[in-house]
């Protein structure tokens, strides 16, 4: 038994979602009101205790299992989730980083240090030789409330003061350089600070716990201004938002969240009343911070400087949230065919400030000029298209021709029609074209085959009455037992850790049965939610597939879970003489077809679908059999969509699944 799995048995779901939610028995199941959005009319959230799961049928239409519920309502990351859901289950876990030569702490420890760290420096800035810096700091306007709440500190100029304190506490100086808090020089192995005559900003994880520092020299001649810790397992900016552990409840709470560029501006605007503000620590936007913004909120505020590279700023994160915060929806074109388009599941403003002015200098004039920015905050798609207009001649028809070629892609992104009508409308004044050529402007997408209205084939018969294939006499128990969705997903994911190259061609087969991709919906659960992101990730950084989802796996706890799939798949695939096998792992090559295994898989995938509508169906029966009235406008289209996507699957399932032909 994994980890995850273990977890799971010791903590009742029922018990875990009653401490925030307000649960009544609903038959088997429970329901309530989501947490997760506004919602007094319609209890539209459910809970499954059978299969350890939930699901909003409201506004929020998603679910998962203990691990997505903590992880929704507190904004962590897997990892987060999954040491809390631990700790409270009496679960161990290896709390170790990435094993490496002279490893000397577990993270336990690095934390410990860290915290030793913050203290240190935090009783400096109240000394003498720390009266430069706390000079400075209230000369910006910050209370000493708000420095003593943020853990605001000193770095003196001497070069090992920090290396003696901590070893007269028992830390050894390896610790510290391990920990990015000291440099050891490599031949005298003399141990010297890594920060000195510094203004310090503990940075701190989505828990609250020390992962790091950002620090700004007193030196006005002094390089680099702000310098961070460097990388370790703890700290790593990509990953990181300052200030997110005191803005999670604001986040929620005002539906927004605005991202500025500073530690200065984080913590002006908190000390103005605006707590929804984080800081990406002077990196670009990137897929995980979305991912951790977009528990919170879809409504994502951008405050950057206006200067060429803000500009570059916004256009990055157009593309990162186009990569890790979009889904598909189906869709009919122009000749009635269905197809299905990237939507982007995040609203992403443009806060426009004043030239050469930062976030921190606007809100101490006052926080209703602050406000009134972000009233006045435009979309990033119209944002981006002025910006562009702006630096061509709109005169010339192929200036109009790139302008239109840029922005309509990004314009067909944005989730909302009655938006992306008003974009297409603005784009089309620019460009001095009738709309409706806009409007038929379509990227190219793969062909779909059409349906057969007059040969429809019957409804597939139940999973568990399908035919085992012959080839999977190999593994006698995944016969799609329908009460076994976590072995069922296992075996998807388990093929794909096995094969990353096969992802791309499951793809590809699923579009030819005219379903949608494969996506993280597919998965109840947020442990394979998890590993399914990381074969994403493989596929967007075009990086080792293998090396890193093997150095991947143990960093963010899956490595249990990992070795459990490969197990269940094991049967598949066989040890080969050689240095390579067939499908491009050393020593390992697939004893089925490929062509086999992707029908199997999508099989499995079409059942899953199939699962996760009747449970749906099952749950919005009870609730209309329990509260007739009144219902909500969301749940009603819900309950209306299902069956045509119950049918659609149904039909895929009913076909003889091709095994040639689809480009594969």
Not at 537 to 561: I, N, S
Not at 562 to 574: D, G, K, N, Y
């Amino acid at each position: 038994m994994s980890v995850v799995d273990e977890i799971k048995a010791r903590i009742d779901i029922v018990d875990l979602i009653g401490e925030t939610v307000e649960l009544r028995r609903s038959g088997k199941n429970y329901v309530g009101f989501c947490p997760f959005h506004p919602n007094t009319r319609t209890p539209a959230f459910a809970v499954f205790p059978e299969t350890g799961t939930w699901r909003c049928f409201g506004a929020c239409n998603t679910g998962g299992d203990i691990f997505t519920f903590v992880m929704k309502k507190e904004g962590w990351d897997f990892r987060q989730a999954l040491e809390y859901l631990a700790q409270r289950a009496g679960v161990p876990l290896k709390d170790r980083p990435e094993k490496g030569e002279g490893e000397t702490a577990t993270l336990t420890e690095w934390r410990q240090v860290l915290q030793e760290a913050v203290t240190f420096y935090q009783q400096l800035l109240r000394q003498p030789q720390g009266r430069a810096a706390l000079e400075y700091l209230r000369g910006r306007g910050l209370s000493d409330g708000t420095i003593e709440t943020f853990a605001l500190g000193y770095a003196p100029r001497e070069r090992d003061a920090l290396v003696r304190y901590m070893t007269q506490r028992g830390f050894k100086p390896q610790l510290l350089a391990e920990v990015g808090l000291a440099r050891i020089d490599a031949e005298t192995g003399e141990a010297r600070d890594y920060f000195r005559h510094r203004i310090m900003f503990p940075v701190r994880d989505a828990q609250g716990r020390p992962v790091g520092f950002g620090a700004r020299t007193l030196d006005p001649e002094g390089v680099p201004k702000y310098l961070n810790s460097p990388t370790t397992p703890l700290f790593d900016k990509g990953r990181l938002l300052y200030g997110l552990d005191r803005a999670r409840k604001a986040i929620r709470e005002r539906d927004r969240v605005v991202l500025v560029e500073g530690y200065m501006d984080v913590l002006a605007l908190h000390q103005a009343g605006f707590q929804e503000a984080v800081s990406v620590m002077g990196t670009a936007l990137t897929p995980h911070h979305l991912r951790q913004l977009q528990r919170l909120t879809r409504n994502i505020y951008l405050a950057l400087d206006p200067d060429p590279a803000g500009r570059r700023a916004l256009w990055r994160s157009l593309e990162v949230a186009r990569d890790a915060a979009s889904e598909t929806e189906p869709t009919l074109d122009a000749k009635g065919l269905l197809r299905y388009e990237q939507r982007l599941k995040v609203n992403l403003r443009v806060v426009v400030l004043p030239e050469g002015r930062d976030p921190d200098e606007i809100v101490r004039e006052g926080p209703a000029r602050w406000e009134a920015l972000i009233r006045e905050a435009r979309p990033l798609v119209l944002f981006l298209m002025d910006l562009l207009a702006a630096d061509l001649d709109l005169d010339d028809p192929k200036a109009r021709a790139q302008l239109a070629e840029t922005m309509l892609p990004l314009v067909h992104l944005v989730a909302n029609p009655v938006e992306r009508e008003a974009y297409l409308r603005a784009l089309a004044e620019r460009v001095r074209v009738p709309v409706e050529q806009l409007r038929r402007w379509r990227p190219a997408q793969p062909k779909r085959r059409r349906p057969q209205p007059s040969s429809a084939p019957r409804p597939a018969a139940p999973p568990s009455a399908a035919p085992v294939p012959p080839e999977f006499e190999l593994l006698p128990s995944l016969v799609y037992p329908v009460a076994n969705v976590p072995l069922m997903e296992r075996f998807v994911l388990g093929v794909l850790w096995q094969q990353p190259n096969l992802l791309p061609r499951v793809q590809r087969y699923l579009r030819s049965l005219g379903q949608e991709p494969l996506q993280e919906e597919d998965f109840q659960e947020e442990a394979h939610r998890q590993v399914w992101r990381l074969l994403e990730e493989v596929q967007r950084k075009f990086v080792p597939a293998r090396e890193y989802l093997d150095q991947q796996a143990p960093q963010q706890g899956l490595q249990t879970l990992v070795e459990a799939m490969t197990r269940l798949v094991a049967p598949l695939f066989q040890e080969t003489e050689g240095s390579e096998g067939a499908n491009g792992l050393p020593g390992v090559s697939i004893s089925l077809k490929t062509s086999t295994l992707l029908r199997e898989i999508a099989r499995t995938i079409l059942y899953l679908r199939v699962v996760r509508i009747a449970q749906a169906f099952r749950h919005l029966e009870d609730v209309l059999r329990t509260h007739p009235h009144p219902w909500e406008q969301d749940v009603l289209e819900q309950l209306k969509r299902l069956p045509q996507v119950r049918i659609r699957v149904e039909q895929a399932l009913s076909k003889p699944l091709p095994l040639m032909g689809v480009g594969l």
